[in-house]
């Protein structure tokens, strides 16, 4: 970048790298897609259970169940699955055999194994063969198992369920399956007769009989909405008549107004005579006792109905919601958003197709736009600070719609974890088990609902404050801990990276509240870890401190040291001076200021390990300590100004010149990591990405402090 014209001008720089992230990560909304009432369904840990046993008590030994689905895969890549064996399994992976169970993996209270499979871009046919043990045991556990990062999804593989989200699976079959697919295919082609769960005619799916007692039974007085789009052909003049048989009471509203309604069964007809030549077409039914629901009959060849929104896997025109009270007020315009659960006469629904047992779910499939998680809450702040020094409205919307698609679907992704054993979308947030799941992001989710008021936005804040406050895992002396981790050699371990997770949200949600508990907390938190973690001789951070073992790993890690660096510089701009903590921590940030400036690296750069040169040049620490010291020579944290700004302009001018290119691509930016008593691990195992989002955001803020710094060094000079 700094080759290039401007290549060290901060806005300049700022622009290229936000308008690369955005192009590359369009704002496209979740895919929806019909899941079937099966007993084939995702745990918690997203991988999908196969209780073969239960479903087919009756299988015998010698008999085999097959279950298939595919996944589609962008680029190729390694993945490791996991497979937990309940009997004897093999795994076919487009159509070549990858594994079968040896009886130990088979054994009750067996660990679940670990495959590597090598995906291939595009369609990837994935088929399980379970047979029955000696003792009656059959099934399986098989999945990503890995609901933190991006969780797979399976879907349907065949050409009668194309879309759909699932597994299909054979009844006990005698003999093998003549051909385990590997491509997308008729069902009939496999050789089974038929394959689970169960689906209407594609036919009676497309032309609904209209009786609303096959989707909700017949209870008087229930109500229901029904929901199709209309788009009326374009050379037709004039009102256009709609025509139909109802089987009860039934209210029909054509874009917001009421064109027809009836007290009971017969036919009906109305037209729609509004200028305008497509929109939304509800119909609000009551169930009369004998019969209840609609269809539209006779020539509709100038009108074209479709589903309101596009639903995979569905062939219908139709969405239904219900059934509701008898007493219950129904505004369809409540739901039509898809973010929104129901509260219905059964207990909470969401829309369904017009097949009993099919539901409509969104899936988020975009890489990165509409998630929840932690890097992607310092990405999107970095984004956010840079639409406001920019004046860049579009870029702030971006963000905000980012926010919002995850803070108005919190309600519903708890409801369809809790009915679909995972959630389609917001997988972190709507089961948070630790600060990763829940700080970052909402510290920026309080920001940006400043902007505009989100949907959800307060809810998720007062959840998350909530959690930290109350559930998380906390030692004697209240520090904030991990007890389980995501994997077993994270449990019982304290992390400085948990000061970002908590300290900035805590202080945001201060200001939201106005509840000073909250910042209290922080402060506390800090010199907390300090305790645990500092390390006097260096002046900086040990990554971990091991809880069960009762000493610190001693490991060096940038941007490790980052985290509670930036957590510092977010805390002592909201801190009010006359705090009792406030000059502990101001003399814990300027300790650990000392100790960083020592460390910088001669290109202006830190090093992935600190004390090791010969460690690779990282971004995410480099940016934190650049944005740590910028604030600090602008707020008079510093006794020493000049050396910390003359380290800024270096590594500003490092980064400019050594980890952005000119179209705005990040390199030198550590991936995720876990952690080590070795600085080893850091320096030769955890290696960089690629624009990681764990340092795009940071590299945003450190140009705006450092650009806020030189400004007001310029009027001060």
């Given at each position: ?285 009551t169930c009369s006792g004998e019969g209840w629901g609609f269809q539209l009959i006779g020539d509709l060849k100038s009108v074209v109905l479709n589903t309101p ?44 197709t017009n097949e009993p047992g099919t539901y409509v779910r969104p899936f988020l499939e975009n890489e990165l736009f509409g998630r929840w998680n932690y890097p ?12 406001r020094l920019l004046a860049r409205s579009d870029m702030t919307d971006y963000v905000t719609r980012h926010v919002e698609f995850a803070t108005s679907t919190y ?307």
């Amino acid at each position: 970048m700094a080759a290039q014209t401007n290549g060290t001008n901060i806005p300049h720089v700022l622009t290229v790298m936000a308008q690369r992230y955005i192009g590359e990560h369009p704002p496209h909304g979740p895919v929806y897609r019909v899941t079937r009432s099966s007993e084939i369904r995702k745990l918690e840990n997203h991988t999908y259970s196969f209780p073969i046993a239960r479903i087919f008590p009756e299988m015998r030994t010698g008999q085999q169940v097959y279950a298939w689905a595919k996944l589609w895969i962008d680029e190729p890549q390694e993945f490791i699955f996991l497979l937990r064996c309940l009997g004897p399994v093999r795994l076919y992976h487009n159509g070549e055999q990858r594994f079968g169970s040896a009886p130990e993996e088979e054994a009750e209270g067996a660990s679940p194994l670990k495959l590597k499979i090598g995906l291939v871009r595009g369609w990837n046919h994935f088929v399980l063969a379970f047979g029955r043990s000696a003792d009656g045991c059959c099934g399986a556990e098989f999945g990503s198992g890995n609901r933190k990062n991006k969780p797979y999804t399976f879907l349907a593989p065949s050409l009668e369920r194309e879309g759909e989200e699932g597994w299909i699976y054979t009844t006990p079959l005698e003999s093998p399956l003549t051909q385990i697919p590997a491509v997308t295919v008729r069902e009939e082609v496999t050789g089974a007769a038929s394959w689970l769960p169960k689906r209407a005619d594609s036919r009676d799916n497309g032309n609904w009989t209209g009786h609303l007692e096959q989707l909700y039974g017949l209870y008087p007085g229930s109500k229901a909405i029904s929901w199709t789009s209309v788009r009326v052909d374009p050379a037709m003049t004039g009102p256009v008549t709609v025509a139909g048989v109802t089987y009860g009471p039934v209210t029909f509203m054509w874009n917001g107004h009421k064109v027809y309604e009836a007290a009971g069964a017969g036919s009906f007809s109305f037209n729609l005579e509004s200028c305008r030549r497509s929109g939304s077409l509800v119909a609000y039914s009551t169930c009369s006792g004998e019969g209840w629901g609609f269809q539209l009959i006779g020539d509709l060849k100038s009108v074209v109905l479709n589903t309101p929104i596009k639903v995979h896997g569905y062939a219908g025109k139709w969405l239904h919601l219900g059934p509701f009270a008898a007493d219950a007020e129904l505004r369809a315009d409540d739901y039509m958003k898809m973010d929104t659960v129901a509260v219905g006469s059964t207990g909470e629904v969401f829309w369904t197709t017009n097949e009993p047992g099919t539901y409509v779910r969104p899936f988020l499939e975009n890489e990165l736009f509409g998630r929840w998680n932690y890097p992607l809450g310092v990405t999107l702040f970095g984004l956010l600070e840079t639409s406001r020094l920019l004046a860049r409205s579009d870029m702030t919307d971006y963000v905000t719609r980012h926010v919002e698609f995850a803070t108005s679907t919190y309600a519903y992704s708890l409801w369809d974890r809790k009915y679909f054993g995972a959630a389609g979308l917001n997988n972190q947030l709507s089961h948070i088990d630790s600060l990763d799941d829940c700080g970052s992001f909402g510290a920026l989710a309080i920001l940006a609902n400043r902007l505009r008021q989100l949907k959800g936005a307060r809810e998720v804040s007062d959840d998350i404050a909530h959690y930290i406050m109350s559930v998380q895992d906390r030692l004697e002396d209240g520090a904030l801990y991990r007890r389980i981790g995501v994997s077993p050699s994270m449990h019982n371990t304290m992390w400085c990276d948990d000061m970002y997770m908590s300290v900035p949200f805590l202080c945001r949600y201060s200001e939201l509240s106005g509840d000073l508990r909250y910042v209290e907390e922080a402060s506390r938190q800090l010199l907390l870890y300090k305790k645990y973690l500092y390390m006097p001789e260096l002046q900086i951070m040990s990554h971990v401190y091991d809880v069960s073992s009762g000493k610190p790993s001693l490991t060096t890690w940038g941007r490790g040291n980052g985290w509670v660096f930036f957590s510092l510089s977010v805390l002592l701009q909201v801190l009010p001076k006359g705090h009792s903590s406030y000059k502990d921590i101001l003399r814990f940030y300027r300790e650990l200021a000392e100790g960083y400036l020592r460390l910088q690296g001669k290109n202006g750069l830190w090093h992935q390990v600190l004390t090791d040169p010969e460690s690779y040049e990282e971004a995410s620490c480099t940016s934190m300590f650049i944005y740590g010291f910028a604030l600090g020579v602008r707020h008079g944290w510093l006794q020493e100004p000049q050396a910390f700004t003359a380290a800024v302009m270096s590594g500003w001018n490092g980064l400019c010149t050594r980890v952005i290119d000119k179209h705005g691509n990040l390199y030198g930016v550590c991936k995720g990591s876990s952690w080590s008593y070795s600085n080893a691990y850091y320096k030769h195992e955890l290696g960089w990405n690629l624009n990681d989002t764990h340092g795009i955001g940071i590299v945003l803020l450190a140009g705006i402090e450092a650009h806020a710094m030189m400004n007001s060094l310029r009027i001060k000079s």
